[in-house]
């Protein structure tokens, strides 16, 4: 590749730059056009299309090496003479002493280029290479110069520009609708190459740069048809590319920059396009999502209330009922503990202690059982109890509330009887004797007596015995009152013997309700049956409140996962709002900026300007 520049206010300009750069003002675009004198033409093209051919046919002299193969293997910098004080010199270096050559050259960026002259080779066409360097080019450069260069060796003509044109069409759309001006058939060989300038090199190899047809006129080669017309298609470029680069500058310097922004605006309005359907479709997804969450989250919030106060209500109604049983229960075994079968045999007079303390053990026992009986029913309703807490959980919960493990044999594992046991019933020499019993045998006795002396006074009469008894009762007329007195003693032993034998024979009947009658007072003292039930219904409340509990904690974290979600699904709708009225708004701008510059009319003068 070669560049062919102007570089007289190329330092000025550097300077420059920066502040107009920074300064854009109404007339910075004038002032850039202006300040900026030189206009950067890159011209490259395929392997051995004739580049060096094109640019010593431009600058009519044999400045760079030709040849019909690949020559300019090596940089080479062509500067203007008047850098090197008016002389032309050319400076080489020989490789076989060193083995490279570094050639310091001005970096010029691609941003810099002005004009692309690509130079095409008329045999060949445009190879893979060369359509991919236009399609590069083209992308910044909306306006590229093709050369097609050797178009004197092709016989048929009009079939290679069509070729040609329709690649060209392909490639650069906007270079195709200026065609005329931007593409050209030449034979940059046929230029005739002009004399050296007078006064000539200092004599460092110059006249080898002036070979072939130095001393001819070109005015006698113009009478040729085929040259005369071969010139003058180099002339029509030349003139078309003079226009390009110097009348019509604002359009070679200026149209670079506005593809490249309408370029940046297009991809803009691609971005924020997308992006705007993006969020829409985004804002749409969680407007759906939050219409779906919000009754979700009432309905969880009203279940989180309702269930509650339901799991309070049965757990309290389920505790009132095992208390009011128990006690129930607990009252009728006391009361009739007296009464019932205890099964415990009486082995005599001697051994009546002894039966005394099994009888308090067998009553003690008994009530035992009642409480231990009252303990198994309030299991059973807790179980009862712990499934409807189950059947709750998995209806608003799920399934994996199913998992909660209830055991009911570790209810009531302390010893249930504890109070029981500590009941001290005394036995005295009075619970044998059931004197209550007694009375009511004594108001039996005499009643029968009272029957007995009506009896006696109307049966004898009716049988005619009335002699008999008068003389049972001179009889004892009879008898003094000295004999009589002897007769109290051995009576009352013998009354005291009877009473004793009977009360002896009576123990098996009046003990037992003496005992109970002990044992009830004592346990009424200790208050033994609300305990018994107060505990009762206080361990079934406690573990129905485990249960309880879960399902509270995790309807209250299905209310807060629900709120979570609400309020994540809230913001990001919020941003997606946002987004899309961003992104719409920055689509409108994209396409008033790109109108803006498609407007531009680069062939016209800056305003202001006139």
Avoid at 103 to 117: F, G, L, S, T
Avoid at 324 to 346: C, F, M, W
């Amino acid at each position: 590749m070669t560049y062919a520049e102007d570089s007289s206010a190329e330092s000025s300009r550097a300077a420059e730059t920066p502040e107009l750069v920074h300064s854009l003002e109404k007339g910075s675009i004038a002032s850039l056009l202006d300040e900026d004198t030189s206009s950067k033409v890159l011209i490259t093209g395929d392997l051995n299309a004739g580049k060096s051919t094109f640019c010593n046919a431009l600058l009519r002299r044999k400045v760079l090496p030709e040849d019909q193969q690949p020559c300019t293997a090596i940089f080479c910098e062509v500067l203007d003479a008047r850098e090197n004080a008016g002389l032309e010199e050319k400076i080489v270096i020989d490789n076989e002493t060193y083995g490279q050559c570094k050639i310091y050259v001005k970096d010029i960026r691609q941003e810099e280029i002005d004009v692309v002259v690509f130079v095409v080779s008329a045999a060949n066409h445009f190879t893979q290479s060369a359509k991919e360097f236009i399609w590069a080019a083209a992308a910044e450069k909306a306006y590229l110069f093709i050369v097609v260069n050797g178009y004197d060796t092709i016989r048929d003509k009009q079939r290679c520009q069509k070729l040609i044109l329709d690649q060209v069409s392909g490639l650069s759309p906007r270079t195709f609708k200026e065609s005329s001006e931007l593409v050209h058939f030449v034979s940059s060989n046929a230029v005739p190459s002009g004399p050296p300038p007078p006064g000539g090199p200092g004599g460092s190899g110059s006249g080898s740069s002036s070979g072939g047809g130095g001393g001819d006129d070109p005015a006698d080669d113009k009478g040729k048809g085929k040259d005369k017309e071969k010139i003058r298609d180099f002339e029509a470029l030349e003139q078309s590319l003079r226009r390009f680069v110097l009348e019509k500058r604002a359009r070679s310097k200026l149209a670079p920059a506005r593809t490249y922004l309408l370029n940046i605006l297009n991809d803009v309005h691609t971005l924020a396009a997308v992006n705007q359907g993006v969020a829409q479709s985004e804002l749409e997804r969680v407007a759906r999502q939050l219409e779906e969450l919000e009754p979700q989250l009432e309905l969880s919030k009203k279940a989180r209330s309702e269930v509650g106060d339901q799991i309070d209500r049965d757990i309290e109604d389920t505790c009132q009922e095992i208390y009011h049983d128990t006690r129930s229960k607990l009252n009728t075994a006391i009361a009739q503990v007296g009464e019932a079968n205890l099964n415990v045999p009486y082995t005599g007079l001697f051994r009546v202690f002894r039966y005394a303390d099994d009888l308090k053990e067998a009553m003690l026992s008994h009530i035992s059982d009642a409480v231990s009986d009252c303990e198994e029913h309030a299991r059973g309703r807790s179980i009862r109890s712990v499934n409807s807490i189950k059947q709750l959980g998995i209806l608003h919960i799920g399934n994996e509330f199913e998992t909660l493990q209830f055991r009911p044999d570790v209810m009531f594992r302390r010893k249930r009887d504890a109070l029981a046991r500590q009941v001290d019933v005394p036995t005295e020499l009075w619970d044998f004797v059931d004197w209550s019993t007694l009375l009511q045998r004594q108001e039996k006795f005499a009643g029968t007596g009272m029957a007995l002396t009506v009896a006696g006074a109307i049966v004898p009469r009716l049988l005619g015995i009335n002699n008999w008894f008068d003389q049972a009762l001179t009889a004892t007329r009879v008898l003094s009152n000295g004999n009589m007195r002897q007769l109290i003693l051995p009576g009352i032993l013998v009354a005291a013997i009877a009473a004793s034998a009977y009360i002896v024979q009576q123990i098996p009947n009046s003990l037992p309700p003496r005992l109970a009658t002990k044992i009830s007072a004592q346990l009424t003292d200790l208050d033994y049956v609300h305990a018994n039930s107060a505990r009762i219904s206080s361990s079934v409340r406690k573990v129905l409140r485990y249960p309880a509990d879960n399902l509270r904690v995790s309807l209250d974290q299905n209310v807060k996962d629900l709120r979570s979600r609400r309020d994540d699904t809230a913001k990001i709708k919020d941003e997606s709002e946002r987004a899309s009225k961003i992104f719409r708004g920055l689509v409108g701008e994209s396409e008033v900026q790109r109108s803006m510059v498609e407007a531009v009319d680069l062939d016209s003068p800056p305003p202001g300007l006139h």
